[in-house]
């Protein structure tokens, strides 16, 4: 009996943030290779979930992936006609409104309507009875505006072995994107551990993109890497046994190779020997990394374990409001004008809004990443760094967390006044009020949770 052929994934999106044309090029490549390929979007992290849930509470309709058009369009009829399956978490905190804003797209495209699976139940909050809640919500008084559940690939492998074309969900875990599509296509059993954790691995180097192809990992004199600005993104191709092959689009920069592979596979892994998903939990504790020619590498050696009885949800609640201003100083003893700046502002708010401390003074470039909200790193090295710098560009910014919005308004109207309130010489002021969903997370009995899955 022949073997089940070995199946290409390709990412087209890391985050979403990401760029939109970068899955062109992948796609071109898996229609060049043949065979049976998938392509998948990872656009969403917790930020983007918790703002997508800000956006449908202004618009029911809203919700899902801002950029999906942009991400999609360029793509989709090559994917229709070629058989290429796709598979995204772009439906955030809106699935079904992301799949119909898929359809219009294609009718768009004059291709005819698609067999589009929706993947449900991540939202927590309409499934769990009051003791249930209270028993998995941690200390915080207020009530969740939402919470969603970390999924696995279970509803993405029926939604493909059911002739779905394109796959939406909401909140899956970033490796199921490609674990779905490996259990539909070799047809994996759900205890088959260390397969599942081979396929999982597999989705944690496809899920950031182009950081497993050398983007994250360049660092100009130590870790050089080829043609950044046309980094590619990763092709996978996985046997049935659960190897794979990390290589990335043809005629693309960047660079696959030993070093950008394990650097990716330990990427938000807090403990190798058991890397905590829905599907299983995966040990690369003796994984092995080959390289086996032009960026090409094999990875074998992945073991699994019994999945946990818990699933991950992040419970969002509201936040108040981030208030936001900057100013620039340029020219002689710019530094310490824009020291002076922040400290006017940090005596004028004490005063006029005491909620607002404590006030977050940054000198970017600075003082800005190593500083802490009440100004002690900056100012226990602030006599240092001054005597050490000579800067003549120095852009100072405030912020601070507010539970009014008044007071994030005056902080603004407070930055916009050291035009002409001093000191000298501030300029290109910009200032921004963005509403706040504060997070925790939470570890529910997976049993709770109902997961769901259909065609449209």
């Known amino acids: 009996m022949p073997s089940t052929p070995s199946l290409l994934i390709g990412c087209g999106a890391g985050f979403s943030g990401d760029r939109w044309d970068a899955a062109v090029p992948v796609v071109r490549t898996l229609i060049a290779r043949g065979g049976p390929a998938v392509l998948m979007f990872e656009t969403l992290a917790e930020r ?24 999609v369009a360029p793509v989709l009829a090559d994917c ?40 449900e139940g991540d939202e927590v909050l309409p499934q769990l009875s009051p003791a249930q809640l209270a028993q998995v ?98 092709i996978l191709e996985v046997q049935a046994d659960g190897r794979f092959i990390v290589g990335k ?34 040990d690369i504790s003796q994984a092995w990394v080959q390289h086996i020619g032009p960026d090409r590498v094999e990875v074998g ?28 100083y340029a020219g002689p003893n710019a530094e310490a004008r824009a020291r002076l700046a922040g400290e006017v502002v940090r005596q004028r708010l004490a ?27 900056a100012r226990a090295q602030g006599e240092a760094l001054h005597r050490d710098s000579a800067l003549a560009d120095v852009r100072l910014r405030v912020s601070a967390r507010c539970s009014r919005r008044d007071d994030a308004e005056l902080l603004c109207r407070e930055v916009l006044a050291l035009y002409t309130c001093g000191p000298a010489g501030g300029g290109g002021v910009r200032t921004h009020i963005t509403p706040r969903l504060a997070s925790e997370s939470w570890y529910i009995p997976r049993e709770w949770i109902r997961e769901t899955w259909s065609l449209t």
Not at 54 to 69: C, F, M, T, V
Request: hydrophobic share 45%; with cysteine; aromatic share 6%.
């Open 48 to 71: 983007t979930l918790a703002l997508a849930q800000l956006r449908q509470q202004q618009n029911p309709e809203a919700g899902y992936e801002p950029s999906l058009e942009r991400f």
């Open 80 to 119: 229709v006609r070629h058989g290429i399956a796709i598979v995204g978490n772009f439906g955030a905190a809106n699935p079904r409104g992301a799949a119909a804003c898929l359809q219009a797209l294609a009718q768009g495209l004059g291709l005819p309507p698609l067999r589009i699976g929706v993947v």
């Open 137 to 234: 919500r941690g200390p915080r008084a207020q009530t969740p505006v939402s919470a969603n559940a970390y999924l696995g690939a279970q509803g993405i492998a029926a939604c493909l072995r059911a002739g779905a074309q394109i796959v939406v969900t909401g909140r899956v875990a970033d490796p199921a994107l490609a674990l779905g599509p490996l259990l539909a296509h070799f047809d994996w059993p759900e205890d088959d551990w260390d397969r599942l954790a081979a396929g999982t691995m597999a989705g944690h180097l496809l899920e950031c993109g182009a950081q497993v192809c050398g983007g994250y990992f360049a660092d100009p004199g130590w870790k050089d890497v080829p043609d950044l600005a046309q980094v590619g993104f990763p």
């Open 249 to 282: 689009a043809e005629g693309t920069g960047g660079c696959v190779d030993e070093r950008t592979v394990k650097e990716q596979l330990l990427y938000e892994i807090h403990d190798p020997a058991a890397y905590l998903t829905p599907d299983v939990v995966a």
């Open 301 to 328: 050696g992945v073991r699994g374990h019994a999945r946990p009885p818990t699933l991950k949800a992040t419970a969002c609640f509201e936040g108040g409001w981030l208030a936001e201003g900057e100013i620039s």
């Open 351 to 377: 005063a006029l809004a005491p909620g607002l401390q404590p006030l977050r003074c940054e000198l970017i470039g600075v003082a800005s990443l190593l500083a802490d909200d009440a100004g002690e790193w």
